[in-house]
């Protein structure tokens, strides 16, 4: 059976403009959220990428460069998929560059070791080439991605994350539960919804 090389991709560079402060920062079980997803992540594979943009110092402050691969995405503003291309582009200037790959964001407090292992474990047995976590009627992120579509990832522009691609390959697609998905921070009142 063939193991695959698993990388994982962090996005941390939106400016939580919504929030008004850097949600990448918020407490949340002695942690921050960011410090929080690296660690889930870690459980997973070593040194993952945590792509920042917005508020990148203080991000940064708050990680063990020993830990984590940390590269700055100069082009946040133009959205999520420029923070998806600079975090793949990060992995492929690695040796060994991977034969997968799952992009995650912090603001999913919920996102456990256990549903990346999930991801990784569908993706073993059913070979398709993207394993997608489903909730609120969608398919969404934390998603892995096989390295046949990393070109169609680098090519993706604007606002639209790796959505788009999950939604032009439904073939390719095995979804994996995870209702919890559905909870994200955006607001203050989310937050105060997680912490109370």
Request: glycine fraction near 8%; proline fraction near 7%; charge should be negative.
């Amino acid at each position: 059976m063939t193991i695959f090389h698993t990388d994982i991709v962090i996005l941390a560079a939106g400016a939580s403009s919504r929030l008004g402060r850097p949600k990448q920062l918020l407490p949340w079980q002695g942690k921050t959220l960011l410090q929080h997803a690296v660690q889930t992540a870690m459980a997973i594979t070593t040194r993952p990428v945590v792509v920042t943009g917005a508020n990148a110092d203080q991000l940064v402050a708050g990680l063990n460069p020993a830990q984590v691969h940390v590269v700055f995405n100069p082009d946040w503003e133009q959205g999520i998929a420029s923070s998806i291309r600079c975090g793949l582009q990060a992995l492929l200037d690695r040796t060994p560059s991977p034969d997968q790959v799952i992009f995650m964001v912090c603001d999913q407090p919920f996102v456990s070791a256990a549903l990346l292992l999930e991801l990784i474990n569908e993706r073993q047995e059913s070979n398709k080439s993207i394993v997608a976590s489903a909730y609120g009627g969608t398919l969404g992120i934390p998603a892995l991605f096989d390295k046949s579509l990393f070109p169609q990832l680098l090519d993706l522009q604007g606002d639209t994350g790796a959505k788009k691609i999950i939604q032009q390959h439904p073939d390719e697609v095995v979804p994996v539960p995870f209702p919890e998905g559905e909870f994200d921070i955006d607001t203050e009142g989310e937050y105060r919804k997680l912490t109370s």
